[in-house]
């Protein structure tokens, strides 16, 4: 019994962690507001190292359009620049001298649409997670020694909820970054 609550635990754990992955995907998706979120994973070239943007400058947005990028050092500010470029976000990085100034265009309808299957694939890979998680569980609950085929069957019961749990918190996630992308 102690088995199959360890399990499910860990199935928990990993469906979590699953769902976290989901909604960190699309934090990066832009919905036409300007958020620093969408920045997350470009790194800058920091005395030769590869260093999250994030840990070399401070990220504000005074706006809904505009992300002001403000680096610890000035000398940073091209960098930053080229590599904002690079990432390939369809965002054009201008700077004053001081910080690097990114003004969010405004989404095409075609442009919304795109999105949003974006978010519907990323949705589907964390629903397919969810699903593996699942049969690998209900696979190790079968091969636990000396328990009743009852516990086994209950055991499976309660992954089979939490999955159900989790999917429909993954539908929510997709229903609300949806309506975010398509309001103008």
Known sequence: ??????????????MNKALAHVSHELTKIRAGKANPSMLDGILVS???????????????????????????EKGLIQEIEKSIMNANLGLTPQNDGQQVIINVPMLTEERRRQLVKQVSQ???????????????TNE??????????????????????????????????????EAEIMTV
């Open 122 to 136: 990323e949705c589907e890979q964390g629903k397919v997670s969810i699903r593996s998680i699942r049969k690998e």
């Open 1 to 14: 019994m102690e088995e199959i609550e360890m399990y499910l635990d860990e199935a928990k754990d990993q």
């Open 46 to 72: 920091y005395y030769g190292a590869m260093t999250p943007l994030q840990q070399v400058s401070s990220m504000t947005t005074p706006d809904a359009r505009t992300i002001f990028i403000k680096p610890w």
């Open 140 to 177: 190790s609950l079968k091969k636990i020694k000396g328990v009743s085929e009852d516990d086994v069957k209950n055991g499976e019961g309660t992954v089979q909820k939490l999955t159900d749990e989790f999917i429909i918190k993954i539908d929510a996630l997709l229903k609300k970054k």
